[in-house]
């Protein structure tokens, strides 16, 4: 029989003397789980967890080329261009940007652009809003940007780039400077795999129906529009 007054022997916890290598560490919370076991001593087998893939860029031939257009009023369309730009170098992509209209060579893309190693090139006469308002020859950005996508067609025929910026050609195709029939007959016929990006504010609807992505960028707020505040450097050159 049992004491009522005595603990039960499973109450009862001995007193044992360990040695220095038995005595159990103390936590490190930044320290690995330790591994799980099952009642039986077997690794206790955890959920696979899907992982995302390397998204390695295919051969061209197994590769969707496609013809990206970034239109509308707002902000951001070569913003967007460049940010591909950068993204297709880093998966050690071929790319260049060819830029109609804008004369700006040595803006913040091109710098970052020359230590990458990229191709950019500003081929216009700069803004002509305030030039065509004053009714002033523009036979010259004409022929400029006439001669610009003489070489761009090259380009885009001979598939010299994997992916190709052809920044403000919606403006040169608005004006009348340059066939726009030929010009998307020609993007439509690049070789297997060859990305291409038009930017530009009032792409045509042939244009829109040619492109396999279209984004419209609209105005909501605009610094210069509300405040005032004009280009700056680093944020918009």
């Given at each position: 029989?049992?004491?009522?007054?005595?603990?039960?022997?499973?109450?009862?916890?001995?007193?044992?003397?360990?040695?220095?290598?038995?005595?159990?560490?103390?936590?490190?919370?930044?320290?690995?789980p330790k591994t799980a076991l099952a009642a039986n001593g077997r690794?206790?087998?955890?959920?696979?967890?899907?992982?995302?893939g390397a998204y390695r860029v295919p051969p061209r031939k197994d590769?969707?080329?496609?013809?990206?257009?970034?239109?509308?009023?707002?902000?951001?369309?070569?913003?967007?261009?460049?940010?591909?730009?950068?993204?297709?170098?880093?998966r050690d992509m071929s790319t260049a940007m060819y830029q109609f209209?804008?004369?700006?060579?040595?803006?913040?893309?091109?710098?970052?652009?020359?230590?990458?190693?990229?191709?950019?090139?500003?081929?216009?006469?700069?803004?002509?809003?305030?030039?065509?308002?004053?009714?002033?020859?523009?036979?010259?950005?004409?022929?400029?940007?006439?001669?610009?996508?003489?070489?761009?067609?090259?380009?885009?025929?001979?598939?010299?780039?994997?992916?190709?910026?052809?920044?403000?050609?919606?403006?040169?195709?608005?004006?009348?400077?340059?066939?726009?029939?030929?010009?998307?007959?020609?993007?439509?016929?690049?070789?297997?795999?060859?990305?291409?990006?038009?930017?530009?504010?009032?792409?045509?609807?042939?244009?829109?129906?040619?492109?396999?992505?279209?984004?419209?960028?609209?105005?909501?707020?605009?610094?210069?529009?509300?405040?005032?505040?004009?280009?700056?450097?680093?944020?918009?050159?």
């Amino acid at each position: 029989m049992t004491h009522p007054d005595l603990p039960l022997e499973d109450d009862l916890e001995p007193t044992v003397e360990l040695l220095d290598d038995e005595i159990e560490p103390r936590v490190d919370p930044l320290a690995a789980p330790k591994t799980a076991l099952a009642a039986n001593g077997r690794k206790v087998p955890t959920p696979k967890q899907k992982r995302p893939g390397a998204y390695r860029v295919p051969p061209r031939k197994d590769r969707h080329g496609l013809l990206i257009v970034n239109t509308g009023h707002g902000k951001g369309k070569t913003t967007a261009a460049l940010g591909v730009m950068l993204r297709a170098h880093g998966r050690d992509m071929s790319t260049a940007m060819y830029q109609f209209v804008k004369r700006l060579g040595n803006t913040g893309e091109h710098r970052t652009a020359r230590l990458l190693g990229i191709e950019t090139v500003a081929m216009g006469g700069g803004c002509t809003k305030s030039r065509r308002k004053e009714d002033r020859d523009l036979t010259e950005d004409r022929n400029r940007a006439i001669a610009g996508w003489e070489l761009c067609a090259r380009h885009v025929t001979e598939g010299t780039y994997d992916v190709l910026i052809l920044d403000e050609l919606t403006l040169p195709l608005k004006w009348g400077w340059l066939d726009e029939a030929d010009v998307i007959r020609t993007l439509q016929e690049r070789p297997q795999g060859t990305h291409v990006i038009v930017t530009g504010r009032d792409a045509s609807q042939a244009l829109i129906d040619a492109a396999d992505l279209v984004t419209d960028m609209r105005v909501i707020k605009h610094p210069l529009r509300e405040q005032g505040i004009k280009a700056q450097g680093g944020i918009d050159v």
